[in-house]
C-alpha cells in the first residue's frame, strides 16, 4: 500500500517540529540570559566605573578616595530625596483619588463605584493581569 499525501505532511510536519524543538533546546543555554548575572547586576560595575574615571581624570590615590567618598554620599542623597517625593506623591494621588471618589459618589452607585476602583486597578496595573 502506497502512503497518502496527507501521511507525507504529517510525517514532515512532526519531522520539522521535532528538529525545530531539539535545536530551541541545545541553542537555549547560548540565547538566554545568564541569570546569576542578572540577579548581580552591578557585581564588577563599580569597580569599572572607579576605574574608568580615574583614569580619564588622571585621580591621584588622594583624589580618588575624596571624589569618591563625595560621589557616595551624593547618591545616597539624592536616593533618599527621591524616596521621600515618592512617598510625598503617593499620599498626594492618594487624597486626590479619594476626593474624586467622593465627588463620583453623589451621581454614580456603589456598585458603579466599584466597578470603577477595579477598572483603575487594571488601568494602573497597564491593562495587564485578571479582571478583578
Known amino acids: ?13 512532526v519531522a520539522t517540529f ?5 535545536a530551541g533546546y541545545l541553542i537555549r543555554p547560548v540565547l ?3 541569570r546569576a548575572r542578572m540577579e548581580r547586576p552591578s557585581e564588577g560595575r563599580d569597580e569599572r566605573f572607579r576605574a574608568h574615571v580615574t583614569e580619564r581624570l588622571k585621580l591621584t590615590p588622594e583624589q580618588q578616595d575624596l571624589f ?20 510625598s506623591l503617593h499620599i498626594r494621588i492618594q487624597s486626590e ?3 474624586l471618589k467622593a465627588e463620583l459618589s453623589v451621581f ?11 477598572m483603575m486597578r ?3 496595573r497597564g491593562g495587564r493581569g485578571p479582571r478583578d
Not at 1 to 13: G, Y
Open 1 to 13: 500500500m502506497k502512503p497518502t499525501r496527507s501521511f507525507w505532511i504529517t510525517v514532515l510536519f
Open 18 to 22: 521535532g528538529i525545530g524543538f531539539t
Open 32 to 34: 538566554q540570559p545568564d
Open 68 to 87: 569618591f567618598e563625595k560621589m557616595d554620599a551624593h547618591r545616597r542623597q539624592t536616593r533618599a530625596w527621591m524616596t521621600e517625593a515618592r512617598d
Open 97 to 99: 483619588t479619594d476626593s
Open 108 to 118: 454614580l452607585s456603589e456598585s458603579q463605584i466599584e466597578e470603577w476602583e477595579r
Open 122 to 124: 487594571r488601568a494602573m
